[in-house]
Nanobody, 115 residues
Framework: QEQLVESGGGLVQPGGSLRLSCAASGIIFSNYVMGWYRQAPGKLRELVAILTRSSITNYGDSVKGRFTISRDNAKNTVYLQMNSLKPEDTAIYYC?????????WGQGTQVTVSS
């Protein structure tokens, strides 16, 4: 059964850092574009970062220069390193895996940036 499980969320002060992880199972991980999206209360889900099979990255404008996406195909895991966090980064962060045939979402992990 295909599954994406996020971890690493939590409460952090402004300016702090967190690293999110997303472990995939039941899929051929290396065949998928992996991404992170987020949704804040009352807002639409938005792109945070994606990483293609050929290591091309794309970031949302609001996180460029602060967040870094990476993947470890041997561990079937994608990461999101988040630095210089701001209160406006507060959201539920979702892991996504997609290719031309299928798409999967994780259940989400809460990130709260507050003093």
């Amino acid at each position: 059964q295909e599954q994406l499980v996020e971890s690493g969320g939590g409460l952090v002060q402004p300016g702090g850092s967190l690293r999110l992880s997303c472990a995939a199972s039941g899929i051929i991980f290396s065949n998928y574009v992996m991404g992170w999206y987020r949704q804040a209360p009352g807002k639409l889900r938005e792109l945070v970062a994606i990483l293609t099979r050929s290591s091309i990255t794309n970031y949302g404008d609001s996180v460029k220069g602060r967040f870094t996406i990476s993947r470890d195909n041997a561990k079937n895991t994608v990461y999101l390193q988040m630095n210089s966090l701001k209160p406006e980064d507060t959201a539920i962060y979702y892991c996504n895996a997609r290719n031309s045939l299928s798409e999967y979402w994780g259940q989400g992990t809460q990130v709260t940036v507050s003093s």
